[in-house]
């Protein structure tokens, strides 16, 4: 299934999308909840009635007609993963680590495909990064490898973008990865069981109509399975938290000169058996600064 967020008469609600349409859960399954943190908390019941109404087709509305949201508006946690191909690690000239570099990404940074990320005011040194997202269906800890497929609810499209800067200016790289608008995500969620093995997915990002990633996630460091363990090592992984795997070569930084992005670039990254997320880059504007 594919499962996304959207917005259709000032309403926000979740649906599945089943080709260029969307069932509205809310309309055919109103005891179901309408965020999707709350939709995956509700476990494999509400999953199933989900299913349901996909496959009975009622109360669905052309994709064209909604304005389809980050899948997670607001995640408990986004956590991401440095120099994960090994690639990337190459063009970067650093050493390949030894376990998983983790640092996090603000779930304020969380951000709709097909709406304008910030070129920020306080730097110019804007990259992309394309990332294969791995959601979290369920509460847990401690979780082994062989059993981390039972806690993933589906996986989604990251555009891991970084002020690269500011994210040299600490080794924890939260600023630089955090600023607003700068974790798009989506177009849906799809579930696990219909993507299949993810570390066989093809990967590929343009810049302005120009391929600068194409990769597969079999080339992953740390794979997905992994990555669960790690994490769930330390702190309990909840419904909603989102895990962004790390991005191959073809950023951005790589390149001599660098590549950065400017205003009214178009960065578009596209996952095999997932989907495509698009996003222009716009200066950051004025009004987004607030003082009550």
């Not at 590549?259 to 004025?286: C, F, Q, S, T, Y």
Request: proline content about 7%; some cysteine; overall charge negative.
């Amino acid at each position: 299934m594919k499962l996304a967020t959207f917005t259709s008469a000032q309403s926000t609600r979740i649906g599945v999308v089943v080709d260029d349409q969307i069932v509205d859960l809310v309309a055919v399954a109103p005891e179901l909840p309408r965020d999707m943190v709350a939709f995956l908390e509700a476990g494999s019941a509400a999953l199933d009635a989900a299913h349901a109404a996909a496959e009975a087709g009622a109360h669905a509305l052309p994709l064209a007609d909604v304005t389809l949201e980050a899948p997670i508006l607001r995640p408990p946690k986004i956590l991401a993963v440095g120099l994960n191909y090994a690639d990337h690690v190459a063009e970067t000239g650093l050493d390949t680590p030894s376990h998983p570099i983790i640092f996090n990404k603000q779930s304020t940074s969380a951000h709709a495909s097909g709406v304008p990320f910030h070129l920020p005011r306080a730097s110019s040194k804007l990259d992309y990064e394309g990332e294969l997202g791995v959601v979290i269906g369920r509460r847990c800890r401690h979780v082994p490898k062989d059993r981390a497929a039972e806690v993933i609810a589906g996986y989604t499209v990251i555009n891991d973008v970084t002020v690269r800067d500011w994210q040299a200016r600490a080794p924890t790289m939260t600023m630089g990865k955090s600023f607003d608008t700068h974790c798009p995500m989506g177009p849906w969620i799809v579930t696990d069981d219909e993507v299949g093995d993810p570390h066989a997915l093809e990967l590929k990002t343009w810049v302005n109509g120009e391929l600068r990633q194409h990769s597969n996630t079999k080339h992953l460091i740390f794979g997905v399975f992994d990555l669960v363990e790690h994490l769930s090592t330390a702190f309990t992984l909840e419904p909603g938290d989102v895990i962004s795997t790390g991005t191959p070569s073809g950023v951005g930084i790589g390149f001599r000169p660098r590549k950065w992005l400017v205003e009214g670039d178009v960065v578009r990254i596209a996952i095999e058996g997932i989907g495509e997320i698009e996003n222009v880059v716009v200066a950051e504007p004025e009004s987004t600064v607030r003082i009550d």
